[in-house]
């Protein structure tokens, strides 16, 4: 089985520091696990995706191409067409809504190919139900439509052991460790986390913070966390990531209460394969992934006062929070990469690899 991973969007690739990369990285691991030949196509000229295609077709049939939407190409899709090659699309945002909310107006020819590739596709996989709706408005029958949030390695990610070198060095003991790791940006609402860990140690709660990544976190806890109640980690290597969130005790998802409600964050499924507690708001998707008082805590968007009360009740029940840790862990377990690589194999191909 032959599996050409198309990526043409120029601002990704595989080696890059960012979630979209991992994501591309993950999703043809995947598929090489599951036994295909992996043929992994990174250009943005699409006459360059052309001939890496036809260069690979005469060495042999591709069976399946898998592609990562990219707004305004159409290569991989017309090759799929002319070679009557199933073609599987991943999309991960509504990038017409995002291009024209950052960047300016959207041609009618960009959203009339946009239209052509969604609609040529035999799936398409979503991150959310947002960007399904997305999808269905361009026209993609229902039910070639699937949802399924970003993944995780779940034998990478797993819960640390019970005494862990790096989660001594990270936090002092005795305390709570509340854990962000990634790139810091506006829509994280990292000032309103900082605010809400100020307010926990003013009242005498053994929080500590581990910020693991890129970004002026010490701006943000300036005035709420003194230093000595936060550890901070420079960027790491997404191999590196695993231990690092493993050290974490709950996950919080701090948002702005005006996030955009389409994304699926990496960093939940991770977090929670390691058994870290989410507490996350009721935006977007996550209440799909995060059920209430099951597997996680869930806090309305606009309300900090009840974030900062399941974090006191994860401190002061220690019982309850270790039933929440083993759930988030099995709710992981059926959220890989790998399943959503052998989905899309058995909707495309009738196998499962």
Known sequence: MRIACVNQDRGIRPERKKGAAVHLREMRRSFRALGADVLAV????????????????????????????????????????????????????????????????????????????????????????????????????????????????TERFHPRAASDPLRARLVPPGRFALGFHGRLRGWHGFGRLAEACGRMLAEGHPIHLVVVGEGDFEQALEGHVPADRFTRVPWVDHDEVPAYVASFDALPLTYLPDAPCYFSPLKLAEAMACGVVPVVPDVGDLTKVVRHEENGLVFPIDDLDAFVSHVRRLILEAEFHQALSSAAVKTALEMSWTRIAGFVLERTLGSEG
Not at 85 to 91: D, F, G, T, W
């Open 42 to 153: 990174d250009a943005s000229d699409p006459a360059e995706v052309r001939t890496h295609l036809e260069t690979s077709w005469d060495e042999a049939p591709i069976d399946l191409i898998y592609e990562r939407f990219s707004l305004g190409a159409t290569a991989a899709s017309e090759f799929a067409s002319d070679r009557h090659v199933p073609l599987a699309l991943e999309v991960n945002t509504p990038l017409v809504e995002e291009e024209e909310r950052w960047r300016g107006p959207v041609g009618d020819e960009v959203r009339s190919q946009e239209r052509r590739v969604m609609q040529n596709a035999q799936i398409v996989v979503t991150v959310s139900n947002e960007v399904a709706r997305y999808t269905l408005e361009r026209g993609v029958s229902p039910d070639r439509v699937f949802v399924f949030p970003n993944g995780v390695d």
